[in-house]
């Protein structure tokens, strides 16, 4: 088995900023890529951010690029989500996963409720 957990979340007005950490835990995810997604009430869970094992391939949605930033620990177990310039389109449920293939994606955490303000 293995969990992930996520934290950082909160309420923040528009133009702030968050971080969060997404930590492994239960077993090592070694060589495996990760993930953010994000979803908002009503809508369907979207992708956010991957990076790679070894953080040198990162991928953005469109929605976020140059405003968000993704990361791994030096440990490898976790991974982290740095928010700026935070708009109330970015409300929503984040959730860390594992990229087990290319499209697909396990060991959801339970997610952190992220609320931007105008």
């Known amino acids: 088995q293995g969990q992930l957990v996520e934290s950082g979340g909160g309420l923040v007005q528009a133009g702030g900023s968050l971080r969060l950490s997404c930590v492994a835990s239960g077993r090592t995810f070694s060589g495996y890529a990760m993930a953010w997604f994000r979803q908002a009430p009503g809508k369907e869970r979207e992708f956010v951010a991957r990076?790679?094992?070894?953080?040198?391939?990162?991928y953005y949605a469109d929605s976020v690029k140059g405003r968000f930033t993704i990361s791994r620990g030096n440990a490898k177990n976790t991974v982290y989500l740095q928010m700026n310039s935070l708009k109330p389109e970015d409300t929503a449920v984040y959730s860390c996963?594992?990229?087990?293939?290319?499209?697909?994606?396990?060991?959801w955490g339970q997610g952190t409720q992220v609320t931007v303000s105008s």
């Open positions: 996963a594992v990229a087990v293939g290319w499209t697909t994606y396990d060991y």
């Open positions: 990076i790679s094992w070894s953080g040198a391939t990162i």
